[in-house]
């Protein structure tokens, strides 16, 4: 059963920490993705990687960087947290080599709150 | 530039036809999708159409594709309470983005 998982469901934190959101696959995919969402708005891409160490920028990256050091994993940083990066963040991951719709495999998000 | 647009809201009583209606602007899409978002979990794929196909039927769900008008639809027969969740049109545009929408909140009334 395919599985990508996130390190936490819910996570509270203050303005100017540095958070670490965690990512991480079993199915061996290429492609990994971190978007928010929030009401009205939909998904919207943060970061993408494409391989180990290779990294995208998405719609919205100010504030986010990512880290890609193995397949498996990859991490959403934020360097110093303010309150209007409190949202819901989801993890994806695809691979080129699945069915041609290049299907995305969501986890099951990570509620960010900046206090 | 590439945008995805859907309703916000749509309710229905248990057993009517639901239809979801989302618009792109990408004419060079290759793949339409319609994900699913269940309370408190991640997006699932419910289903896709290739963009040179009109239709697409799979049991209960049909999607239509009018690309001349770059306008998808999802029809869910026979709707139940299960039904009920966020659903979410995108389009698979070059290189790796998926573009998603806005999501539709369908809300299915016993």
């Known amino acids: 059963d395919v599985k990508v998982t996130q390190s936490s469901r819910y996570l509270v934190k203050r303005t100017g920490e540095k958070v670490f959101l965690e990512c991480v696959q079993d199915?061996?995919?290429?492609?990994m993705f971190w978007y928010r969402q929030d009401p009205g708005l939909g998904l919207r891409l943060i970061y993408f990687?494409?391989?180990?160490?290779?990294?995208e920028k998405g719609d919205i990256p100010e504030g986010y960087s990512v880290s890609r050091e193995k397949k498996e994993r990859f991490s959403l940083i934020l360097e110093s947290a303010s309150t209007n990066q409190t949202s819901m963040y989801l993890c994806?991951?695809?691979?080129?080599?699945?069915?041609?719709?290049?299907?995305?495999?969501f986890g099951p998000g990570t509620r960010l709150t900046v206090l | 530039g590439e945008d995805v647009e859907q309703s916000l809201f749509l309710s229905v009583r248990e057993g009517d036809s639901s239809v979801i209606n989302c618009t792109y602007t990408?004419?060079?899409?290759?793949?339409l999708y319609w994900y699913k978002q269940e309370p408190g979990a991640g997006l699932q794929l419910l289903t896709y159409?290739?963009?040179?196909?009109d239709m697409k039927q799979d049991q209960r769900l049909t999607v239509l594709l009018n690309k001349k008008d770059k306008h998808l639809s999802l029809r869910i027969a026979d709707t139940q309470t299960g039904d009920s969740a966020i659903y979410f049109c995108?389009?698979?545009?070059?290189?790796?983005?998926?573009?998603f929408g806005a999501g539709t909140r369908l809300f299915v009334k016993a």
């Open positions: 994806a991951s695809s691979s080129p080599r699945d069915r041609g719709d290049n299907e995305q495999f």
């Open positions: 199915m061996d995919h290429e492609n």
């Open positions: 990687s494409y391989d180990v160490k290779m990294k």
């Open positions: 990408d004419s060079s899409s290759t793949y």
């Open positions: 159409i290739f963009s040179n196909m």
């Open positions: 995108a389009e698979k545009t070059g290189g790796f983005k998926t573009i």
